[in-house]
C-alpha cells in the first residue's frame, strides 16, 4: 500500500497548487452525495440529480491557510453490490466523508457499516468526517443530537449540511482539508520533510509514520 | 417521418431474405447518406417491407446499419420482432420462465428486495426532459417497467443502471406511438401520480392489483414490457445478480480488446495490471448513463447503439465500441497520462481520472460516426481468446454472443439457473476468503453471537475450572511441600516430546515399539557414529 501522500508541487514544474488531497464520499444511495459535490465543484442544486453508477472524479482547487491544494474528489454508487469496485478506489485517500440523509433513518443506522468498511480498506491516518444532508427538510428523522452522539462515538467530527440551500457545504470540504493538513504538518514534524516537499505516510500502522518518498 | 399504416406489428420471422438491397441504402459505408431525405425515405420504406414481410436477417443488418432503425415508429417494432425471433417461444420466455426457474407460482403480486432502490432511481431519472408533464409520465412509465419485470423474474436482482437501459425502451415506446401511449397513459398516470405521493414505494398490493389492470387496457405498455423483460433475460442478466462478478468479467474483455488493436498504448498505459472499473457505467448502460435518451432527436447515437446491439444479438457490441473509443482517443489520453503522472496516488486513479476527463462520451458527431462503423466492421472478427474472462453460461457466450439461432426458453432458464448458482458459489467463496483474513478472534465473533448463552456458559466453567485447580494446586502444595515440585521439575525437562528423557510411554507410546534389537543397535554405533538412542528415530 502506498499510503498517504501530498503530491507537492513546486513551482519549478509549473504547477499552480502546493498540494494535492484525495476525498472520498460514501454513504447509502440517495442520501445527496452527488449533489454535495456538485454544490461545492459547480455550485449548482437540482432536486434530481443523476445516479453515480461505479464512481466518478471530480476535482477543485482550494486556498487552506494560505496554500493552493487541489482536492481530488471520488463520488461513489451507494447500492451494496458497487461496493467491490467502490473499495478499490478507498487506497490513499486522505479524508473521506460518511453521508447520511436526515429524513431517512435506514441511511443513518448504515453508517456504522460504511464506517467499518471505511476502516477495513481505507489506510488508518485517513481523517474521516460525518455529514448529515438535506438538513433543510421539513421531513427530519434523525436529529442533530443523534448525529452528534454518533459522531462522538466514532470519534470523527460531525457537520449537518444541505446542498439544496447550500448550508455548511463548504465547511464539509473545508473543515476536512484543514484536519487532514494538520495531520500532514504533525506527521512533518515528526518524521521531517521528504524531497520536493512531498510526504508519505505509510499506511503500516507503526510507530514511525512518515518517510520520503 | 411517417410509417405507412399498414404495417402488421406482430411478426415472426421464417423466411430468407432474397431482396436485393443497394449499398446506399444500407448506409453503411458513406457518412452523409442520411443527410439525404431520399435516400433514409428509401431505407425506411425496405425496412418497413422486409419487417411485414418477416425478414429477420434484412431488419437486422438495416439495424446494424449506419443510422440503425432511423426513427422510433419503426425502432419499436423492429427491437420486439427481433427481440421475439431470439427465442422459439417467445410467450414462453416472459410467461412461464419464472415458473420454470424458481418452481414457485408467478411472483408479480409479490414485491422485490430491491424496489426501494428502483424508486429512488427513479425520482431521479429523465432529468433531461424539459417538460414536467412529459417527465412525470415517462418516469411513473419506467417505475411500472422495472417494477414488473424485476417482481416477475424475481430470481434476478435490480441494478443501479438498468433504470437507465429500460429509460431508453421508454421513449423508444412512448415516441414511437407517442399519441397512443399518452392517451392511454394519461388517465393511469394521474390517478398513479396521486397514490405515490402517498406511497413513496410502490409495493401494496392494491397497487399490483391496479397496475395488471392497467396493464391488460394498455397494449403498448404489454408490448414494452415485453420487450423489456426479453432484452434483460438475454442480453443483461449477467449484470443482474446478486453480486458485480460477471459484470467484471465482462469488463476485463475491453483491455484484450484493446490489446489486439493496440498492442503497445495496451503496455503503456498498463491495462493488463489495472481493474478496468472506469468502463461499468458505459458498459451496464450500453453507454445510456451517459447518453440520456432523447426524446427529441430520434436518430441520437443511444439509440443506435441500441439498434447495434439488438441487431447483431451481441452484448460484446458495447464492449468493442468502448474499446474503439479508448483507441481512437489515444493522442488525447497521452497527453492527459503524461501531464497527470505525478498528481496521482496510483495507477487506478490516474487512469480512471485521465478516462473519465477524455472519454466523457461528449464527441462530436463525425467520432461516434467512426467508432461505431469500426464497432460494425469489427464485430464479426473478434478473437475467441478475448472472451477467456468470460464464464460460460454469460450472455456473452450464450444469448447474446451474435448466434444465429433461436434459443429455446427451456434454454434460457437453465442459462440464468446455473449462472445464479455459480454466482451464489463465487460470492461464498469470497466471502469464506475474506473470514480468512480476519484476526482470529474476529473468526469467533459470529458463532458467539449464534449462540451468545452456550459460549457463556462455557466461559464461566472454565473460569470455575481454573480456580478449583489454582486451589488445588496451592492445597497440595501447602499439605505436600516435596512431593509435586520435583514432579513439576520433571515435566519442564520434558521438553516436547520426551526426547532425552526417561521413558514415559504414556507421552510416547512408539518409542518402547522403535527400540532397536542389541545388535543392530551396536552395529549402527559401529558404523555411522550415531548413538543408539531411540530419539534418532522418533526424531
Given amino acids: ?213 | 417521418m411517417s410509417a405507412p399504416s399498414d404495417i402488421k406489428s406482430e411478426l415472426t420471422f421464417s423466411g430468407t431474405d432474397s431482396e436485393f438491397l443497394s449499398d446506399s441504402v444500407l448506409g453503411a459505408k458513406s457518412p452523409v447518406v442520411f443527410e439525404d431525405d431520399e435516400q433514409a425515405h428509401a431505407k425506411l420504406h425496405t425496412l418497413l417491407r422486409a419487417l411485414r414481410d418477416g425478414r429477420r436477417e434484412t431488419v437486422a443488418q438495416l439495424g446494424a446499419s449506419d443510422g440503425g432503425f432511423l426513427c422510433h415508429t419503426a425502432r419499436k417494432k423492429c427491437w420486439l420482432a427481433l427481440l421475439r425471433a431470439m427465442v422459439t417461444d417467445p410467450a414462453l420466455l416472459t410467461n412461464d420462465l419464472t415458473t420454470q426457474a424458481a418452481q414457485a407460482p408467478p411472483a408479480a403480486s409479490a414485491t422485490h428486495p430491491d424496489e426501494h432502490q428502483i424508486s429512488l432511481d427513479v425520482k431521479r431519472s429523465f432529468c433531461h426532459v424539459p417538460d414536467s408533464h412529459t417527465k412525470q409520465t415517462l418516469r411513473t412509465i419506467l417505475e411500472q417497467v422495472l417494477v414488473h419485470v424485476i417482481r416477475k423474474h424475481s430470481q434476478l436482482r435490480y441494478y443501479q443502471g438498468f433504470h437507465d437501459v429500460v429509460a431508453v425502451f421508454v421513449v423508444v415506446f412512448y415516441c414511437g406511438d407517442e399519441c397512443g401511449v399518452d392517451d392511454l397513459f394519461y388517465s393511469a398516470s394521474t390517478s398513479r401520480a396521486s397514490s405515490m405521493e402517498s406511497s413513496p414505494h410502490p409495493s401494496t398490493s392494491s397497487d399490483s392489483t391496479k397496475f395488471s389492470q392497467d396493464f391488460l387496457m394498455l397494449v403498448d405498455l404489454e408490448d414494452l414490457c415485453e420487450a423489456v423483460e426479453m432484452f434483460a433475460l438475454l442480453f443483461l442478466r449477467d449484470f443482474m445478480m446478486s453480486s458485480l462478478d460477471f459484470t467484471i468479467e465482462q469488463l476485463k474483455v475491453i483491455p484484450l480488446l484493446i490489446a489486439q488493436k493496440d498492442a503497445d498504448f495496451h503496455s503503456d498505459f498498463q491495462l493488463g495490471s489495472i481493474d478496468p472499473f472506469f468502463a461499468i457505467s458505459s458498459i451496464l448502460t450500453l453507454f445510456s448513463h451517459d447518453l440520456a435518451p432523447s426524446i427529441s432527436d430520434q436518430s441520437a447515437v443511444v439509440f443506435q447503439i441500441f439498434d447495434l446491439v439488438i441487431s447483431t444479438r451481441s452484448m460484446l457490441a458495447p464492449l468493442c465500441l468502448y474499446a474503439n473509443i479508448v483507441v481512437g482517443k489515444k493522442q488525447e489520453l497521452v497527453a492527459a497520462y503524461e501531464s497527470n503522472l505525478s498528481n496521482f496516488d496510483n495507477t487506478t486513479d490516474l487512469t480512471h481520472a485521465i478516462i473519465q476527463q477524455v472519454v466523457n462520451m461528449q464527441f462530436e458527431p463525425s467520432f461516434w460516426l467512426q467508432v461505431l462503423e469500426e464497432t460494425r466492421g469489427s464485430l464479426k472478427s473478434v478473437p475467441k481468446c478475448v472472451l477467456e474472462p468470460i464464464n460460460k453460461y454469460s450472455v456473452l457466450v450464450t444469448s447474446a454472443g451474435q448466434q444465429d439461432d433461436a434459443v429455446a426458453p427451456a434454454q434460457v432458464a437453465g442459462w440464468i439457473l446455473k449462472q445464479i448458482k455459480f454466482n451464489q458459489l463465487k460470492v461464498a467463496q469470497q466471502s469464506k476468503g475474506n473470514l480468512d483474513k480476519r484476526p482470529m478472534f474476529a473468526k469467533w465473533i459470529p458463532l458467539i453471537k449464534k449462540r451468545p448463552l452456550h459460549y457463556l456458559k462455557f466461559s464461566i466453567a472454565l473460569g470455575i475450572a481454573a480456580i478449583l485447580l489454582k486451589l488445588y494446586i496451592q492445597y497440595y502444595h501447602e499439605r505436600y511441600p516435596h512431593s509435586l515440585i520435583p514432579y513439576l521439575e520433571h515435566l519442564k525437562s520434558f521438553k516436547f516430546l520426551g526426547l532425552d528423557s526417561a521413558q514415559r510411554p504414556w507421552i510416547d507410546p512408539l518409542k518402547s515399539l522403535l527400540k532397536l534389537p542389541a545388535h543392530i543397535s551396536g552395529m549402527m554405533e559401529h558404523s555411522t557414529g550415531y548413538r543408539s538412542d531411540n530419539s534418532f528415530f522418533i526424531a
Fill in chain 1, 1 to 213: 500500500m502506498s499510503g498517504l501522500r501530498t503530491v507537492s508541487s513546486s513551482s519549478a514544474n509549473g504547477k499552480n497548487y502546493d498540494s494535492i488531497m484525495k476525498i472520498l464520499l460514501v454513504g447509502d444511495s440517495g442520501v445527496g452525495k452527488s449533489c454535495l459535490l456538485v454544490r461545492f465543484v459547480e455550485d449548482k442544486f437540482s432536486p434530481s440529480f443523476i445516479t453515480t453508477i461505479g464512481i466518478d472524479f471530480k476535482i477543485k482547487t482550494v486556498d487552506i491557510n494560505g496554500k493552493k491544494v487541489k482536492l481530488q474528489l471520488w463520488d461513489t454508487a451507494g447500492q451494496e453490490r458497487f461496493r467491490t469496485i467502490t473499495t478499490a478506489y478507498y487506497r490513499g485517500a486522505m479524508g473521506i466523508i460518511l453521508v447520511y440523509d436526515v429524513t431517512d433513518e435506514r441511511t443513518f443506522a448504515n453508517i456504522k457499516q460504511w464506517f467499518s468498511t471505511v476502516n477495513q480498506h481505507a489506510n488508518d491516518e485517513a481523517q474521516l468526517l460525518l455529514v448529515g444532508n438535506k438538513s433543510d427538510m421539513d421531513t427530519r428523522a434523525v436529529t442533530t443530537e443523534q448525529g452528534e452522539t454518533l459522531a462522538k462515538e466514532l470519534g470523527i467530527p460531525f457537520v449537518e449540511a444541505s446542498a439544496k440551500d447550500d448550508t455548511n457545504v463548504n465547511d464539509i470540504f473545508f473543515q476536512l482539508a484543514k484536519l487532514i493538513q494538520e495531520k500532514i504538518e504533525s506527521e512533518k514534524i515528526v518524521g521531517g520533510q521528504g524531497k520536493d516537499g512531498s510526504i508519505n505516510i505509510n499506511g503500516g500502522g507503526n510507530g514511525t509514520k512518515s518517510n520520503c518518498c
